[in-house]
């Protein structure tokens, strides 16, 4: 790794209560499939150990790890629906929760198992809002001001799509996208988005950050991207 250019994207820190995080921007990810992954997979006890929750990266295209706190948040619920809201973070926490335990599966090919996670259905915020009928899809946006994700109506009001406010048992960290993130069990991370701050119902899918890149706009874990291969 000596003299290899990525120190000022990618670096190790402390993020939080003794553990330490990898954190890059886009453009690092390259480097990072080279030489990170077989690092970790080489050496189980070296960086891995050091990952904040198991095996997890800590992504994040910006470069760096917005954060706010709980008073500071707000999640906002608009677009083609009968009456837009907007929840405080205490509001959020007051809705009935749902938990499941699943895995997380980046589509570069890493994957944890069984992650505890804990939120609130997408699909009862959506019947709150009460959707227009023009609307198809959703479109969801990050306070870090660049991520933007996209879910059909459908795949939205899915049991296992959860706007996530708990991971293993404690509060979402903010280098894992707390105070709140999306969570969509049946996809790959990516559709995942960190730091939500906006759900807006559209007339159709726009396209999120990567799936300007390529990936698939429909994230299917093992159905689409064919980039998985590694994954174990
Ligand atoms: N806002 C935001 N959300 C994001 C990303 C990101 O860079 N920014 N990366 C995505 C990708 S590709 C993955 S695999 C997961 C990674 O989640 P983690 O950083 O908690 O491991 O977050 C997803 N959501
Ligand atoms: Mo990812």
Known sequence: MDGTPVGRRVFFGILGVGA??????????DWLEKAVAPLVAKDGTGLSAFLPIGRFRIYTVTGDLPSKSHSEYSLK?????????????EALRALPPTKMTKDFQCVTGWRVHEVKWQGVLLGDLLDRAGVKARAKA????SFDGTYTESLTLSQ???KDVIVAYQMEGGDISAEHGGPVRL??????????????DTI???DQVEPGYWEHYGYDVDGWVGRSNGRDDNAT
């Open 77 to 89: 619920v608009g677009g083609l629906v009968d009456s837009p809201f907007t929840l405080t973070y």
């Open 20 to 29: 330490v995080g990898v954190l890059w921007g886009a453009k690092a990810q």
């Open 200 to 202: 807006e119902l559209t």
């Open 183 to 196: 969570y969509v069990a049946p996809m790959y991370g990516y559709k995942s988005i960190k730091w939500l």
């Open 138 to 141: 959703i479109r969801f946006k």
């Open 156 to 158: 939205a009001r899915r």
